[in-house]
């Protein structure tokens, strides 16, 4: 939904939902996807969620010119002509392939081990607990073992692949706030002196950042960090 402006004011408001599968994001991937497949004879492993999915993105910009007006000139050029702007996002966390259980059958790949039908996420997440540990150990995920044995005691993941697809695990979502405040002043007919205060995540909304998923980790699923809390910046820009 888009208004040009008009009336001193315009935005742009829009609203994704949707799914996007891939075998392979791109050709230099970011942190948490894979460059490589897990087997060179076999993708159908790759298959998953692409690593920008986002089920669901919500973003809305908008400026608004208040409409101040002073018929004093000395007064208008000080209080009134004022912009306020805000770039507000809402989205569902990414995926991510996490960590794996090593070179276990010697491919040069690192296996990211089998299903043990458990969920990888518990019913409420915390940011102590936002994927569920092995309850046996507790460390290492619930979801995942490395050590698959079979009928005869064997790990079956040194003679074949793990059975868990690329990027299982979907991250901790965005709730960010943009917020600006601007305004020109008038010098002469051909030249202004604009003035800008800007502020990123302008409510210090805490955005975790990816959970700890080291398969052999104490601190599993746990979220030890956050991502930029709010920044103010001020700015002076001469036009002419």
């Not at 306020?84 to 059958?105: E, F, H, M, R, W």
């Not at 790990?155 to 706030?177: C, F, H, K, S």
Request: positive net charge; proline residues 4%.
């Amino acid at each position: 939904m888009q208004q040009r402006f008009s009336r001193g004011v315009t935005y742009l408001i829009g609203y994704t939902w949707s799914r996007s599968i891939d075998n392979g994001s791109a050709i230099r991937t970011q942190t948490g996807d894979n460059l490589f497949p897990a087997n060179n004879f076999d993708f159908s492993l790759e298959r998953g969620l692409s690593q920008f999915h986002a089920k669901q993105r919500f973003t809305a910009s908008i400026l608004y010119e208040l409409p101040i007006r002073f018929e004093h000139r000395a007064v208008q050029a000080a209080i009134g002509g004022w912009q306020v702007g805000s770039i507000l996002t809402l989205s569902a966390g990414s995926p991510y392939n996490g960590g794996n259980c090593g070179d276990i059958n010697a491919t040069g790949e690192g296996s990211r081990g089998d299903a043990t039908g458990l969920s990888l996420f518990p019913d409420k997440k915390t940011t102590e607990q936002f994927f569920t540990r092995n309850p046996a150990t507790g460390r290492g995920p619930a979801g995942i073992t490395c050590d698959a044995r079979d009928s005869r005691g064997i790990n079956a993941l040194t003679y074949r692949e793990g059975n868990v697809n690329r990027n299982p695990y979907i991250g901790p979502g965005v709730i960010n706030w943009d917020f600006s405040l601007t305004k020109s002043f008038r010098i002469t007919e051909r030249s202004q002196l604009e003035f800008r205060f800007e502020s990123f995540n302008f409510a210090n909304h805490p955005n975790w950042d990816f959970p700890d998923t080291g398969v052999t980790s104490l601190t599993y699923g746990r979220v030890t960090s956050a991502r930029v809390m709010r920044t103010n910046q001020f700015a002076l820009k001469f036009i002419f």
